[in-house]
């Protein structure tokens, strides 16, 4: 088992994964922040926190790789068990946490704040999933939004009844990162757009 072959067989079953310019963008911030604790809403196959926690542990002291954690969120079961047996096989069980369920239910459970937070779920839930990662966030903590750009409708003037739903909520999320003086926010064109905001102070 590799990171590769996860890779492959995730696009070869067309679920989705992180594209591989966002993932560099992402590398760059994890190498600079070493963050130690991480949360990613949407698992899919348990590759992209597979990639952070490499990413990490490649860059961090030995006596320092025990206290790295991912807690990471998957609604579909089927997902999420692949998910956790490619962890396991990956040797990252003691690093990467995975709950199985509906994001919107358990975020409001966690408690610990985070110093970066990935979010490549449901479209539609970007701005719930927003508010729940500034509650979980402290000062300088990183909020990551993959695919914020969802194709490019989201810029466009698209308002077709398939994606209005999500791209209205992606464009919610847009305004209130942007908008919002406690974050620092630019939105990059990689793989499907990746929105990066830095927390600037504690968000009451």
């Known amino acids: ?14 679920i989705p994964i992180i594209m ?3 993932l560099e963008v ?10 130690v604790r991480i949360l990613e809403i949407g698992t899919a196959t348990g590759y992209s926190s597979i990639c952070f926690a490499t990413i990490l542990l490649e860059n961090c002291v ?5 206290s790295i954690l991912i807690d990471t969120i998957e609604l ?13 096989e990956m040797k990252l069980e003691n690093t990467i946490n995975v709950f199985i369920g509906n ?20 479209k539609g839930k970007y701005p719930i999933f927003l508010k729940e990662a500034i509650r979980l966030s402290h000062e300088g903590s990183i909020i990551l939004a993959d695919n914020i750009l969802y194709k490019g409708y989201v810029m466009s003037d698209y308002n077709k009844h398939k994606q209005r739903t999500a791209v209205t909520h992606l464009r919610e999320y847009i305004k209130e990162v942007t908008e ?12 499907d757009g990746l929105a990066i905001s830095k927390v600037k102070e504690v968000i009451q």
Do not use: C, Q, W
């Open 76 to 88: 579909d079961e089927t997902r999420a068990n692949e998910a956790i047996k490619n962890i396991k």
């Open 62 to 66: 030995d006596e320092e790789s025990s």
């Open 26 to 35: 992402i590398k760059e911030i994890l190498t600079e922040e070493k963050p």
């Open 180 to 191: 919002n003086k406690k974050l620092e926010t630019k939105i990059l064109e990689v793989g």
């Open 20 to 22: 591989d310019d966002t």
């Open 1 to 14: 088992m590799s990171i590769e072959s996860i890779k492959k067989k995730s696009l070869e079953e067309h």
């Open 103 to 122: 994001a919107v239910e358990i975020l409001p459970t966690l408690k610990e704040s985070y110093d970066v937070i990935f979010i490549d779920a449901a």
